[in-house]
């Protein structure tokens, strides 16, 4: 099971989420969280804040990102692509953000957040973390990313 974070950004205001469009790799052209996989060396924390600085240009102190929400990832047609997936949040964020090889970072208000553009499962949790609510979830995935099952545990 790959162990693997996000990390979502929210303004000073709480009127807007930075997603990040991918420009290349997995799901390219869909926006995303900054974040995934951890390295050997590394704490969960600290691979979110690497992940970050290297998609964004966010580099922020460790103790800035607070976990959280849970996801579990599973994709049945590539088991070894299962992840348990660790969300924090970086609050009250008023910086610059860089376009990088990777991620195209861009301001959403919550109120306009692209669904159809992002994962199915952000649809599910991400209206609930908007209120603050705990969430855990269980997807499971199919070869096109589409959701064969969920399972809300929290």
């Known amino acids: 099971m790959i162990q693997a974070n996000l990390v979502l950004v929210f303004d000073w205001e709480w009127k807007n989420v930075l997603l990040c469009m991918k420009k290349r790799g997995f799901w390219v052209g869909k926006y995303n969280w900054a974040g995934w996989k951890v390295q050997w060396d590394e704490t969960i924390a600290e691979a979110a804040k690497r992940e ?80 603050w609510e705990e969430v855990e ?10 959701i064969i099952k969920h399972t809300q545990i929290k």
């Not at 953000?97 to 499962?121: A, G, H």
């Open 52 to 131: 970050l600085e290297e998609e964004t240009w966010i580099n922020v102190p460790l103790e800035s990102l607070k976990k959280v929400w849970y996801f579990h990832f599973f994709f049945a047609h590539k088991p070894e692509w299962d992840q348990d997936v660790t969300l924090y949040k970086l609050e009250w964020y008023t910086w610059e953000v860089k376009e990088t090889e990777e991620m195209k970072p861009e301001w959403f208000s919550i109120d306009e957040i692209p669904y159809d553009k992002m994962w199915d499962d952000d649809s599910y949790w991400m209206p609930r973390i908007l209120k």
């Open 137 to 146: 979830y269980e997807f499971t995935f199919d070869e096109n990313g589409k």
